[in-house]
Nanobody, 123 residues
Framework: QVHLVESGGGLVQAGGSLRLSCAASGRTFSSYVMGWFRQAPGKEREFVAGISRSGHVTYYADSVKGRFTISRDNAKNTVYLQMNSLKPEDTAVYYC????????????????WGQGTQVTVSS
């Protein structure tokens, strides 16, 4: 498996931006599909964005399309989530995850998880 550590969360006003980073251990990072999930208080964990092993293909939840961008730098073993035009409903703990099923939006398809980073968007 891989060890994942998220960073970059914080408090922003609605309309603002944040860039989350997820640093991965090991030298097999490029073999994993990577994804971002989030979980708000009282809510189920939900898919946010995914990216192929090469980084060439991405997919998103409808709620974040056009606002969030997932990317990866395999040379740095890092995945990013650029979040623009943030809304209060984006408030959640954001988790980085590694899996093997490209295109999956299901958390059980991702076997490795980071500890999460809090994103709070005020209105």
């Amino acid at each position: 498996q891989v060890h994942l550590v998220e960073s970059g969360g914080g408090l922003v006003q609605a309309g603002g931006s944040l860039r989350l980073s997820c640093a991965a251990s090991g030298r097999t990072f490029s073999s994993y599909v990577m994804g971002w999930f989030r979980q708000a208080p009282g809510k189920e964990r939900e898919f946010v964005a995914g990216i192929s092993r090469s980084g060439h293909v991405t997919y998103y939840a409808d709620s974040v399309k056009g606002r969030f961008t997932i990317s990866r730098d395999n040379a740095k073993n890092t995945v990013y989530l650029q979040m623009n035009s943030l809304k209060p409903e984006d408030t959640a703990v954001y988790y980085c995850a590694a899996g093997t099923s490209f295109g999956s939006r299901i958390y059980t398809d991702f076997g490795s998880w980071g500890q999460g980073t809090q994103v709070t968007v005020s209105s």
